[in-house]
């Protein structure tokens, strides 16, 4: 299943995406949902990040290819990003006018669809909802200077999320490529995952409990590379969709 979240007109509401139509459904994405029958033309929506976490957390240096002469850790590297940095698809990035090198970062998410403290691997595995793209924008030169990452990847419009969540997806088979300005930038399959979702959120919920709706960041494979004021950037998952985003002028 396919499930986006979206507006139509003034109502905002979770939907199940097949093809270009939308069929609404009711009691969000976690509790008793139901479909209502009514349905929507994907053209007349405006989609919105795909869910509502309460907690974005992200795991760097999960590719030996995006390692470079660093060596890999030993534990998963995990770090917060504020809820305020979240992006819908086509949204736009805003770069702030003193940052000077700030990279796109591809990535497959996890999202979290029941409580989840003290997992296991394999009840951290039961644990994810579905998967969806993301792109975990980082500000080089605050990542590296700063104390903390909270304005490198933090800053408002730094998490672009979406454009839909997909249920049973066997992230083992896929792979992920982000485009920038139509020119393929970054290739990975996640089979190359370092640590993969059910090692990175049963490590997570060790210290923290997740709740229906939160997401995991996954990390990156590759290469990164700046944006520019009017770049597009594409993050495309192998059946899950593409979430694009441009950047502000
Ligand atoms: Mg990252």
């Known amino acids: 299943m396919k499930y986006v979240r979206y507006q139509f007109r003034e109502t905002v509401t979770y939907?199940?995406?097949?093809g270009k139509t939308i069929r609404e459904i009711s009691g969000g994405l976690f509790g008793s949902r139901g479909e209502t029958g009514v349905t929507t033309d994907l053209q007349h929506v405006k989609l919105l990040c795909p869910c509502e976490p309460v907690k974005v957390l992200a795991i760097g240096l999960n590719y030996r290819s995006h390692l470079g002469n660093r060596t890999a850790p030993e534990k998963p590297a995990i770090f917060n990003v504020p809820t305020s940095a979240l992006l819908e698809p086509e949204g736009k990035i805003r770069i702030p006018p003193d940052a000077e090198d700030t990279h796109y970062e591809g990535e497959l998410v996890a999202v979290i669809g029941k409580t989840t403290r003290g997992a296991t691997p394999a009840e951290a595995k039961d644990s994810i909802f579905g998967f969806t793209?993301?792109?975990?924008?980082?500000?080089?030169?605050?990542?590296?200077n700063?104390?903390?990452w909270w304005r490198a990847k933090g800053c408002d419009t730094f998490a672009p999320?979406?454009?839909?969540?997909?249920?049973?997806f066997a992230w083992q088979q896929y792979g992920i490529k982000t485009r920038l300005n139509g020119q393929v930038v970054q290739e990975g399959r996640f089979s190359?995952?370092?640590?993969?979702?059910?090692?990175?959120?049963?490590?997570?919920?060790?210290?923290?409990?997740?709740?229906?709706?939160?997401?995991?960041?996954?990390?990156?494979?590759?290469n990164t590379g700046a944006l520019k004021p009017g770049d597009?950037?594409?993050?495309?998952?192998?059946?899950?969709?593409?979430?694009?985003?441009?950047?502000?002028?």
Do not use: M
Not at 133 to 144: A, F, L, P, T, Y
């Open 15 to 18: 939907g199940v995406l097949e």
């Open 133 to 144: 793209c993301g792109n975990d924008i980082s500000e080089r030169n605050w990542q590296k």
């Open 146 to 148: 700063d104390l903390q």
């Open 161 to 168: 999320l979406g454009p839909c969540i997909v249920t049973d």
């Open 192 to 222: 190359e995952l370092l640590f993969d979702p059910p090692a990175i959120i049963s490590h997570i919920s060790q210290y923290i409990t997740l709740r229906p709706g939160d997401v995991v960041y996954t990390g990156t494979p590759g």
């Open 232 to 249: 597009t950037v594409e993050v495309d998952i192998e059946g899950i969709g593409t979430l694009c985003n441009t950047v502000s002028g």
